[in-house]
């Protein structure tokens, strides 16, 4: 069987239940006698061993085979939960991961792991099995099938008619990969000489194959007992079938209590169930996965649009045509709903960042011998899938510095009278066109005098600048490059080293990064990123001839000032906005744009913030507000100074979109 066609959705399919493992083992870890959370475990573990064996990776397979009787012998009451058993547990679903990837990445996903094998068949075999042999069965198939109401009434009303009600039990082979098939197949010959009643497990369940080797059917028929078992034998991969008449005798050894409890819940509560279940078959008949390149085809498709629209809309103001005016309006309307559905379609939660850190967490906490509780607030807020991937790597770094050199140990913190169990919250939310995502520890905080101190020995300030500076400023002088304040820098971090390599992460992304701290008390890293890099409104100004675009996003307002206004300050030319001193920045000359104009009487102003900071930006006129598509300068030309990008406007012309963070220093 050809499986390439099936590898990217096994290879998604392998990601999604491996998160699941990961985070329902951390589950399992505080709640260690919950049997739920072991069942979900096991079944995303069956499914992806199923998985495995049908697309080829046997070594998958094996490792996740051997994992599952682990997990079965704590479902089972046989083996015991603890941080040892799930310290081998986790180690199995690292190796996993690993396979996973290198079949992503164009492997066969072989790996050695004769080690963890050993590790695993050392808890299965350690444990004593009650009464003395192997527990088979697998979501109750042992138990007899309970009727409800409507059930027991086709089943009253058939025997009314002399039809036959027969339990048929179906057994299939161990090493049976496609069991849903073999399902279906059963159905389907009982469905040609009667009508199924119904399953045990459900159909549901036994079509996504949560189920061992083994179901049950109630099953209406005029054939007899030899009849069905022969139809069925001559299926593959049956192992044994067992078929016998149901006496509706057996479910009134259903318990009072149960049948009271059933007749406890309220209609309301019926209904509300039944809509949510109806709502819930929508919602997975609607769902379709798309390949990201896909999507990358159809944004850039929508950008030579947003350029034709600009470009329209241009030559409507120059025409001033009634209909072509009411036309082209009509045409922004549409393209500007078909924009925010495109951008909607690339919107990922940040989950899918987030959902790593309480397994790195643990382990860290383990490593360093501390007792941390992660929190994670608003993991459902959505960002641009290409913001999601470059913003995991600088997360990562400043959680790692939070746990090793913010929080301290325990024994320290009952010394400073805190709890011994220290607290990192991860929250993210939106706040008009921003993410924000904050990193707040309860830890030792950031030492002012030690990092002024640092920094004075590497020459980073002069002494007579490092008077001058505000907390906010020394904090920020943590992310100069090769800063650090650890005395010994530990194989997982030391507070500030990398950090720099984190700014200019964020910082390329079209964000930026602030840090607070109190000493003794805790440090707070709080990030600002856009919510997509592919279309952004910008101001259109014009410096000379030549078109330059500045982000709204980091705009306060524009102004326009007489030059008799402008001061002096610290030898660079200043104004007085609203009682702060702003610098004016001249964009002239930072571009060396060559002087055609005369100088006018007055500066035309653009106020732009970058955090506390904020900057005139001197232009020569505005031409308005629009949606541009950033594009990239290519290789050659990234690294120009205070340029992110370049837009193409309706007229034809390139203008170049300006980095307001790099301009404000």
Do not use: W
């Not at 083994?214 to 001559?234: Q, Y």
């Not at 746990?403 to 301290?408: K, M, P, S, T």
């Not at 906010?472 to 650890?486: N, Q, R």
Request: glycine share 6%; net charge negative; charged share 30%.
């Amino acid at each position: 069987m050809d499986t390439n066609q099936y590898l990217e959705i096994f290879i998604d399919e392998s990601n999604e239940h491996l998160q699941s493992i990961n985070d329902q083992l951390l589950e399992l870890e505080k709640n260690p006698n919950d049997l739920a959370i072991v069942g979900e475990i096991f079944r995303s573990a069956h499914t992806l061993k199923g998985m495995s064996a049908t697309m080829g990776y046997q070594d998958l397979s094996n490792l996740t085979h051997k994992m599952e009787n682990v997990l079965d012998g704590v479902r089972n009451d046989q083996i015991q939960v603890d941080s040892d058993m799930l310290d081998i547990v986790f180690d199995s679903v690292d190796d996993l991961e690993a396979m996973v990837l290198d079949i992503s990445k164009g492997g066969n996903g072989a790996r050695d792991v004769s080690r963890v094998v050993e590790l695993l068949q050392a808890v299965e075999l350690g444990h004593v099995l009650k009464d003395g042999k192997e527990q088979e069965d697998y979501s109750g198939n042992s138990d007899d099938l309970q009727l409800d109401e409507f059930t027991r009434a086709v089943l009253e009303q058939s025997a009314e008619q002399r039809l036959n009600n027969f339990q048929v039990e179906v057994y299939l082979n161990e090493d049976c990969l496609l069991k849903a098939a073999r399902v279906y197949m059963v159905f389907d010959v009982l469905e040609q000489i009667g009508e199924v009643v119904k399953s045990q497990p459900s159909v549901e369940t036994l079509e996504n194959e949560e189920f061992d080797h083994s179901f049950k059917v109630l099953f209406v028929t005029e054939e007899e007992e030899e009849e069905i078992a022969g139809r069925i034998n001559k299926i593959s991969e049956i192992k044994q079938v067992e078929v016998s008449t149901y006496s509706l005798d057996k479910d009134e050894s259903q318990s009072k209590s149960e049948i009271e409890q059933k007749q406890n819940i309220k209609e309301e509560d019926k209904q509300e169930l039944a809509d949510n279940e109806y709502k819930g078959k929508q919602t997975a008949n609607k769902t379709i996965r798309v390949n990201i390149d896909r999507l990358d085809v159809l944004m850039n498709l929508f950008e030579e649009l947003v350029i034709d629209r600009g470009r329209l809309e241009q030559i409507a103001a120059e025409i001033n045509h009634l209909e072509l005016n009411d036309t082209v309006e009509r045409m922004t309307r549409v393209s500007g709903d078909l924009q925010n559905i495109i951008l909607n379609m690339r919107m990922v939660p940040i989950e899918q960042v987030f959902n790593r850190f309480p397994r790195m967490v643990r382990q860290l906490s383990r490593d360093l011998n501390k007792n941390i509780d992660l929190r994670i607030i608003g993991e459902e807020t959505e960002l641009d899938r290409t913001v999601i991937d470059e913003i995991g790597d600088p997360l990562v770094h400043l959680i790692r510095n939070a746990i090793d050199h913010g929080i301290e140990h325990p024994e320290e913190r009952l010394a400073q009278g805190k709890d011994a169990k220290g607290n990192i919250e991860l929250k993210a939310y939106h706040n008009g066109n921003h993410v924000f995502i904050e990193i707040v520890d309860d830890g030792a905080g950031i030492d002012r005098e030690k990092v002024l101190g640092k920094a004075l020995s590497n020459q980073v300030v002069t002494r007579e600048q490092a008077e001058k500076l505000t907390d906010k400023d020394v904090y920020e002088l943590i992310m100069a490059s090769g800063f650090s304040t650890a005395d010994i820098i530990s194989d997982v971090s030391g507070r500030g080293v990398g950090l720099d390599v984190v700014k200019n992460t964020i910082e390329s992304l079209g964000g930026n990064i602030e840090i607070d701290s109190e000493l003794g008390e805790g440090s707070m890293f709080s990030i600002q990123l856009p919510l997509t890099l592919s279309i952004i409104s910008v101001m259109l100004v014009e410096i000379q001839k030549e078109k330059y675009a500045i982000p709204l996003s980091s705009i306060i307002e524009t102004a326009i000032v007489k030059k008799e206004a402008v001061l002096r300050a610290h030898n660079r030319e200043v104004i007085d906005f609203r009682g702060k001193i702003v610098p004016l920045v001249f964009l002239k000359d930072i571009f060396n744009v060559p002087l055609e104009l005369e100088d006018q009487d007055y500066y035309s102003l653009v106020i732009a913030r970058k955090g506390d900071k904020m900057a005139g930006f001197v232009v020569d006129s505005f031409i308005g507000q629009q949606e541009v598509v950033l594009k990239s300068l290519g290789g050659y030309l990234s690294g120009v100074f205070a340029i992110s990008g370049a837009t193409i406007l309706g007229d034809g012309q390139v203008a170049l979109i300006l980095d307001s963070n790099a301009l404000i220093k």
